[in-house]
């Protein structure tokens, strides 16, 4: 790596650590939870999507990510700003000092079947290319939990957009048919 391409890693850091140190002084009893959001972003584990919706990489399973939406993260923590929510509070300070624009495209999502490679029962969710080219994410319908898998193991059943519009033309399908 010359010196150039470290200079932006060193100024990230420098930011994060000093967004860091800003809120332990802000939120004292947080100061844990700050410190292990700042190693999050400093370790690149923290992806803004679209939407409002942020993944964090989990630090005890590798691979599995954390979904939050708005200021709401569905991992178990009993605390209402986990160390999840700080990761996202810091890379989005990070994202505003830094100018970095945010608009990424988003992404086409699928109704999908995953079919993990230790089971041939399929699950079923809502598949998605990463916009960094990380890979694809799954989400397992009725849980928050985002898991990048391998496209190979992906069935994409339709396009949600093109899936919800034609049930909002075709009307309710239950109803016709079963009369209730």
């Excluded at 410190?35 to 972003?41: D, F, K, S």
């Excluded at 890379?91 to 000092?97: G, M, N, P, Q, V």
Aim: hydrophobic fraction near 40%; aromatic fraction near 10%; charge should be negative.
């Amino acid at each position: 790596m010359s010196m150039t391409d470290a200079t932006p890693e060193r100024n990230r850091e420098a930011i994060v650590t000093r967004l860091a140190a800003q809120a332990v002084t802000a939120y004292p009893a947080e100061a844990k939870r700050i410190r292990c959001a700042m190693q999050m972003v400093l370790d690149h584990r923290v992806y803004l999507v679209h939407d409002g919706i942020c993944f964090v990489e989990s630090q005890s399973q590798q691979g599995m990510y954390y979904r939050l939406e708005r200021n709401h993260c569905y991992c178990a923590a009993t605390v209402a700003r986990c160390a999840h929510v700080w990761a996202r509070a810091l890379l989005k300070r990070l994202i505003a000092e830094q100018d970095i624009p945010t608009e990424a495209p988003t992404p086409t999502r699928y109704h999908a079947q995953y079919y993990p490679y230790d089971s041939t029962t399929p699950l079923e969710g809502e598949a998605y290319e990463d916009p960094e080219g990380q890979g694809w994410v799954f989400l397992l319908d009725g849980t928050p939990a985002a898991t990048f898998v391998d496209r190979y193991a992906l069935i994409l059943l339709g396009e949600v957009g093109i899936a919800e519009a034609q049930r909002t033309l075709d009307g309710d399908y239950v109803k016709k048919v079963c009369g209730y």
